[in-house]
């Protein structure tokens, strides 16, 4: 049973381009986070979306960021116009329920922005 | 103040020796998770705990409701131990969501 899977792994944008980044999460599973780690900080609360829904987005940027899941696919993350201070480890997490049950994480896109 | 506290931010230890990283909670909540970054970046759940202990291996975790403390302990640490060791509450009562997380405790480990 495939974990949580991102990618790409590392992703190189130049100021001003969009980055993509895609969650696919472990199957069954029908509750995905995403989580920014800024460079030598801690992790914080991006947006918890179940299929079709935005459940929980208090933690995202209002501007150039946006997320979905859409029925089919991956959950996408979408930055649009990026800017140095996006760089950072986005991670992505998934679990079977809301509420109580255990996350699964997956390993990670590091967005460099040049 | 943050509302997850972690002691210490950075730990050295013998390989062999017993390990204790503790952290303290400031708001209610229903479950505490402990999680492992290693030098890949990679993230691992732990556990995740709302009352009691749990043991996994060489890992145990304790926490304490009503004091807002969680422990997590490692017995007889070994050097692929060494990696970031992460704790972190839902800012709401149902759980995973908004997870608010500790800066981490670093953890070496010296053969």
């Known amino acids: 049973n495939a974990g949580v899977m991102q990618n790409p792994r590392h992703l190189v944008r130049r100021r001003g381009q969009e980055a993509r980044l895609r969650c696919s999460p472990m199957k069954g599973h029908s509750h995905v986070y995403w989580y920014r780690q800024l460079p030598e900080e801690g992790l914080k609360f991006m947006v918890y979306?179940?299929?079709?829904?935005?459940?929980?987005e208090s933690g995202m940027p209002k501007e150039r960021f946006s997320a979905e899941f859409p029925k089919e696919g991956p959950s996408i993350l979408r930055i649009q116009q990026v800017v140095r201070g996006d760089s950072a480890a986005y991670f992505c997490a998934s679990s079977p329920v809301g509420g109580d049950s255990p996350l699964h994480f997956g390993n990670g896109t590091r967005l460099t922005v040049t | 103040k943050n509302e997850v506290e972690q002691s210490p931010q950075n730990l050295t230890a013998q390989e062999g020796e017993f390990i204790t990283i503790n952290c303290s909670y400031s708001v209610g909540i229903s479950a505490l998770h402990w999680l492992q970054q290693h030098p890949g970046g990679g993230i691992v759940s732990l556990f995740m705990?709302?009352?009691g202990k749990k043991k996994h291996g060489r890992l145990i975790a304790t926490i304490n409701i009503q004091e807002k403390h969680s422990s997590l302990h490692i017995t007889a640490s070994h050097p692929r131990d060494s990696a970031v060791y992460i704790c972190a509450v839902p800012l709401i009562y149902f759980g995973n969501e908004k997870l608010t997380f500790g800066t981490g405790t670093r953890l070496t480990i010296i053969p």
């Open positions: 979306l179940q299929k079709e829904n935005i459940i929980d």
């Open positions: 705990l709302s009352s």
